[in-house]
């Protein structure tokens, strides 16, 4: 049987096809609906978990296809879907989306008024709606739980699951609370998903959620071939880096994470100078601020969003291009969760890290703020693996599948120290001992810039005040830039020769420096890394080749039609096509409804409310050598 289909290019006259449905066959409307010949790895267990009225946790990156593992099973099933999620950002992110393939979604939020909350819950009742979007907080409120008890439940959907637990990054309370749901209502499933959970953390997950099937924990690689990764010495505040990293980056939407509100600002205004569409967002903005920078960037008059991690979360946007950080994040998971903003709709893109030893001390102090000793020793752990990434030779993605309990081959091309290969090593003890003699014979109480004034010979007031012009170890490193001592600093920390501590990001030595000052233990650094200008970021884009070799004046014709659509209905136009399926038009061509359908990502529900439109415009656009699409 096929589905019933009769889409109003309104989105607000939309019908609810979904009751239209008269198929189990799930592979029938992941084509019908989802637009997808076939499931991603791992799709499909999950969903027939699912279907099986299982409890399930699913860990995929983003960008692996999670919420399909929800919305598509819930088509299928009798009852509504409640879907827990931690912001109203992915909630309206969401809803959108499944509008836009006909599927009626609603969200129960403070942010609403009671008329709307009273229309939402008739609709719920009146079997109107598919989808119910709520945050964790509502589920503490005795009047919605007995709400949920007059309705028929499919199943509970946990979005960011990692929230769940204590020893993730991102905790949230009302999270822990969830376990309520296995109890209050034990004969329904609850499916959880996240993109971050170390094993630790997935055991919490299933303990808290109260899991009866604890052993259905489906995990995916970490590894994401459509990322390349780089990271860099930050030199000064990092901008010129940045703008040379976007120097081939135009019109190419990006995220550029830095620590402080003030470095949003000044950096939004340098690139604006330069004469890129950035824009501030921090949580010191206006929420009426916020929600217009939120809305630029997601309608595409925003190219670039300068912002502290108050915009994460809830950025679900999948043609985002480049994500930048101009300092060193808190933890791995938080990096990896920042990073996964970048290529969710599977077309490549590229990520940057800008680091220094200083950001190390900055965290540290935060991080001696913590009461409890046993989370203060866990950040402070999290904190130095983060550091040795950041500092590390070896490969990137393999650093971060680690970290994550996976055991992957170095990824040869994806990342900045694969892709330059380097076998010439610089053996650098001499230099270390002076720099670890340096930090001894200034007692241990100064950073790193301090230390390389007086390997210098700097004649800077504070060196002459602690007469530390004096020592022995003063302007024994005339011959070398501050850059590089900066370098030989940075691998001192990475080999833990070093620490950052104190209330100033003091250097002080370890038990492993003792050998090197003994000349009983050497250490080396590759040449490049030696090397300043050779690691700065190259303006040339390092990201992998496209699926499909299509024209680009072609696929900008097809991107613009797009966005026209978007402005005319008010959607995010990647929730109309993602860039993915946009590239396999410019590249296919196709000249009717049948062709136009084999392009993954349409969809019957798709096209009956765009596919004229797009079909329109490729005719004029079709090249002599059109290629059938290949499945």
């Not at 220094?356 to 009461?371: H, K, M, P, Y």
């Not at 990475?494 to 250097?507: F, H, T």
Request: aromatic share 10%; glycine share 6%; charged share 25%.
């Amino acid at each position: 049987m096929r589905l019933k289909i009769n889409i109003d290019s309104s989105r607000t006259e939309m019908p609810c096809f979904w009751k239209n449905i008269v198929t189990n066959n799930k592979d029938q409307v992941l084509q019908e609906v989802f637009g997808f010949d076939s499931f991603r790895p791992l799709q499909e267990q999950a969903v027939d978990k699912i279907l099986a009225g299982e409890d399930v946790l699913l860990i995929l990156p983003t960008g692996g296809g999670k919420s399909l593992c929800y919305q598509l099973p819930a088509l299928l099933m009798d009852g509504i879907l409640v879907v827990v999620s931690p912001l109203l950002a992915l909630m309206q992110d969401q809803i959108l989306g499944l509008e836009s393939k006909g599927v009626s979604a609603a969200m129960l939020s403070s942010m609403q008024s009671m008329e709307e909350i009273r229309a939402t819950e008739n609709a719920l009742r009146n079997q109107e709606t598919k989808v119910l979007f709520v945050a964790p907080e509502r589920l503490n409120n005795d009047y919605f739980l007995s709400f949920l008890d007059s309705l028929n439940i499919a199943f509970f959907a946990v979005d960011e699951a990692h929230c769940v637990s204590e020893w993730g990054h991102e905790f949230r309370a009302d999270y822990r609370e969830l376990g309520l749901l296995k109890t209050r209502f034990p004969d329904i499933s609850v499916a959880a998903f996240t993109a971050t959970a170390t094993p630790q953390v997935e055991k919490d997950i299933v303990a808290q959620l109260n899991f009866k099937q604890r052993e259905n924990i489906i995990r995916g690689t970490v590894f994401r071939d459509n990322l390349y990764i780089n990271a860099n010495v930050r030199q000064g505040n990092g901008y010129q880096q940045v703008l040379n990293f976007l120097e081939n980056r135009k019109n190419e939407q990006g995220i550029i994470y830095v620590q402080s509100r003030a470095k949003t600002e000044s950096l939004a205004k340098f690139l604006q100078e330069q004469g890129f569409q950035a824009q501030a967002y921090h949580a010191g903005l206006s929420p009426a601020d916020r929600k217009s920078a939120f809305a630029n960037f997601i309608g595409e008059k925003t190219d670039i969003m300068v912002a502290t991690i108050a915009f994460g979360m809830g950025i679900d946007k999948s043609d985002i291009r480049f994500v930048v950080h101009i300092s060193i994040p808190k933890t791995i998971e938080a990096y990896y969760q920042e990073i996964g903003r970048a290529g969710r709709d599977g077309v490549s893109s590229e990520v940057l890290l800008l680091y220094g030893t200083a950001d190390i001390g900055v965290l540290s102090r935060f991080i001696d703020e913590v009461e409890n000793e046993d989370y203060r020793n866990l950040a402070f752990k999290k904190l130095n693996t983060v550091k040795q990434y950041a500092f590390s030779e070896g490969c990137r993605h393999q650093a971060i599948s680690r970290y994550f309990d996976e055991n992957n081959e170095p990824c040869k091309t994806m990342c900045d120290n694969c892709n330059e290969p380097d076998t010439e090593r610089k053996d650098i003890t001499k230099l270390a001992q002076k720099f670890l003699s340096t930090i001894y014979r200034t007692e241990q109480r100064f950073g790193q810039n301090y230390i390389i004034d007086v390997l210098r010979g700097s004649k800077v007031q504070k060196i002459l005040n602690n007469q530390h012009e004096e020592l022995s170890v003063y302007g024994i490193g005339k011959d070398l830039s501050k850059s590089q001592w900066k370098m030989i600093g940075d691998r001192l920390l990475e080999l833990e020769l070093i620490r950052v501590g104190g209330e100033y990001g003091n250097l002080a030595l370890t038990d492993k420096a003792r050998p090197v000052l003994k000349s009983e233990e050497s250490v080396d650094i590759r040449a490049v890394n030696f090397n300043i200008s050779s690691k700065n970021p190259s303006p040339s884009k390092k990201s992998v080749k496209p699926k499909y070799n299509f024209d680009e004046s072609v696929f900008e014709s097809i991107r613009a039609l797009r966005l026209e659509i978007a402005t005319e209905t008010k959607m995010p136009a990647y929730v109309i096509f993602d860039n993915k399926t946009l590239q396999a038009m410019a590249y296919f061509l196709p000249n009717n409804k049948e062709k136009f359908l084999q392009i993954n990502g349409v969809g019957k529900v798709k096209y009956e409310k765009y596919g004229e439109q797009f079909l329109t415009l490729i005719n004029t656009l079709r090249a002599d050598d059109f290629q059938e699409p290949t499945q």
